[in-house]
T-cell receptor, first 117, second 115 residues
Framework: GAVVSQHPSWVICKSGTSVKIECRSL??????MFWYRQFPKQSLMLMAT?????????EQGVEKDKFLINHASLTLSTLTVTSAHPEDSSFYIC?????????????FGDGTRLSIL | GEDVEQSLFLSVREGDSSVINCTYT??????LYWYKQEPGAGLQLLTY?????DMKQDQRLTVLLNKKDKHLSLRIADTQTGDSAIYFC???????????????FGRGTQLTVWP
């Protein structure tokens, strides 16, 4: 159980385009979803936290107008990288967490590799 | 949070036990987690332990927690080549509001298992 599906798994696009990444919880209701960015051989860097029906909370240094997050339902959150540039190339991973006791773990998608040419 | 430290590399022979260590600084940590990441993939939850426990065992995995020293370890018995991956230690603190359930990760330990 607790499967998170993330699509697409790999995107290559030209500089200046916008890219949307979807994160779906398949068998649970993810009241909170998290978006991370991971650089090669580095840990995960939290970008933002979103609660269903609310505006996302962004970490310091993350541009909210650049990385648009929508969490309109309990099973779907999207991250849109607007006007992407080569420096936005990275591995993006989402996770979902059920409402419940504080020990509810996060369940992760398989990540999206974004390459901007 | 917030500081979670791990050694970066560990190499073992197939069949041996692996022990991956982690230290953290937040004494209010409530839960500590171990995640596994294979190349090009997301993170797979392996196990987690509540801060009032000393040990948790799940098949080949044994987690030991020394809360006084803020030290967490993951032991993998009879390590197999398929266990080769990056292992992340993470901790969560009570937090509130939007930070509830936030995880703080170490940099990950690359485990290499030699046949």
């Amino acid at each position: 159980g607790a499967v998170v599906s993330q699509h697409p798994s790999w995107v290559i696009c030209k500089s200046g385009t916008s890219v949307k990444i979807e994160c779906r919880s398949l068998d649970f209701q993810a009241t909170t979803m998290f978006w991370y960015r991971q650089f090669p051989k580095q840990s995960l860097m939290l970008m933002a936290t979103s609660n269903e029906g609310s505006k996302a909370t962004y970490e310091q240094g993350v541009e909210k107008d650049k990385f648009l997050i929508n969490h309109a339902s309990l099973t779907l959150s999207t991250l849109t990288v607007t006007s992407a540039h080569p420096e936005d190339s990275s591995f993006y991973i989402c996770s979902g967490r059920e409402l419940g006791p504080v020990n509810q773990p996060q369940h992760f998608g398989d990540g999206t590799r974004l390459s901007i040419l | 949070g917030e500081d979670v430290e791990q050694s970066l590399f560990l190499s073992v022979r197939e069949g041996d036990s692996s022990v991956i260590n982690c230290t953290y600084t937040d004494s209010s940590s409530t839960y500590l987690y171990w995640y596994k990441q294979e190349p090009g993939a997301g993170l797979q939850l392996l196990t987690y332990i509540f801060s009032n426990m000393d040990m948790k065992q799940d098949q080949r995995l044994t987690v030991l927690l020394n809360k006084k020293d803020k030290h967490l370890s993951l032991r993998i018995a009879d390590t197999q080549t398929g266990d080769s991956a990056i292992y992340f230690c993470a901790e969560s603190s009570p937090g509130r509001g939007s930070t509830l359930g936030r995880l703080y990760f170490g940099r990950g330990t690359q485990l290499t298992v030699w046949p």
